[in-house]
């Protein structure tokens, strides 16, 4: 086995618990119907790494909304491309909507810029974004990131959706993962 094989297959440490996961989850939910208090939204939910929270979050808005759901690819073994592919576009037109795009980790920054920028040119009423991660440390731009759950520094984490090379997607907790050197 490779490395890399080593690396993917160790079970992480937790970063960050189930409950303390679910408890800022219903923070952001009781902001979002704060600021959204009668309107309507469109939840998108960037794929893949993003599907538990994002079905976590609007389980618990409690309001009227719609989904949709956006799949991009910026990384290859976990590495920054700078450049972001569209493998799921979203089926209904957003222009007059209330839109509120939910990412997993905003790492550097550049995937959630563009993809603010191809939603923005379709003229939603309101743009905001919901990120359940992010890592100052290593943005390279700073979008603007409405609601947020964790910050975090360079750690190199997994689980509630998030994965490294298809695995740990499932875990109900943020673990990080650590190399032996």
Known sequence: MSTTDDFASKLPRILISEPKLKERIAELAREIRQDYAGKEIVAVCVLKGSFIFFTDLIRQLDMTLTTEFLG???YHRSVTSGEVKVTLDINEPLEGKHVLVIEDVVHSGLTLNYIL???RAR???SLKSC???VKEERLKITPPI???GFKLGKEFVVGYGIDYEGKHRGLPYIGMLEHDH
Do not use: G, S, T
Request: no cysteine.
């Open 131 to 133: 990120a359940l991660l």
């Open 117 to 119: 920028n191809m939603l």
């Open 123 to 125: 003229r939603p009423a």
């Open 146 to 148: 409405d609601y947020w």
């Open 72 to 74: 991009v690819k910026a």
